[in-house]
C-alpha cells in the first residue's frame, strides 16, 4: 500500500470481546499489509495493546480499522496516543502481560 507524509507512531488499548476472536492475528496482517512497524499483544486485563509505526495516514487508517477489528470481534473502545517509541522493524506479535 503506497503511503505518505510524515512518520508517527501510535500506542493503542483496544478493549471489548478483543482475545480469543484473532484480533492480534488479524492486526498483524492488517499493519503489515499497510507496511506499519510495531506490536500487538493481549494484556491480562482483557483489552489488546499494540504500538504502531509509520506514514501518518496508514497509522491513522489502522486505528480507524482497529474500532472493527476481525469479525468476531466487539470492539467498545480504541484509546490512541502519541508515543516515541524505539524503532522496531517489522510487526510482531508479542506475548501476553
Do not use: K
Amino acid at each position: 500500500m503506497a503511503t505518505t507524509g510524515e512518520s508517527i507512531q501510535r500506542r493503542l488499548v483496544i478493549s471489548g470481546t478483543v482475545q480469543g476472536v484473532s484480533y492480534r492475528a488479524w492486526m498483524a496482517a492488517a499493519a503489515r499489509t499497510r507496511g506499519l512497524a510495531g506490536w500487538v499483544r493481549n494484556r491480562r486485563d482483557g483489552t489488546v495493546e499494540a504500538v504502531v509505526s509509520g506514514p501518518a495516514d496508514a497509522v491513522s487508517a489502522m486505528v480507524r480499522d482497529c474500532y472493527s477489528g476481525p469479525s468476531a470481534a466487539r470492539v467498545s473502545a480504541v484509546h490512541s496516543e502519541t508515543i516515541v517509541a524505539p524503532d522496531v522493524e517489522g510487526f510482531q506479535q508479542r506475548p501476553t502481560v
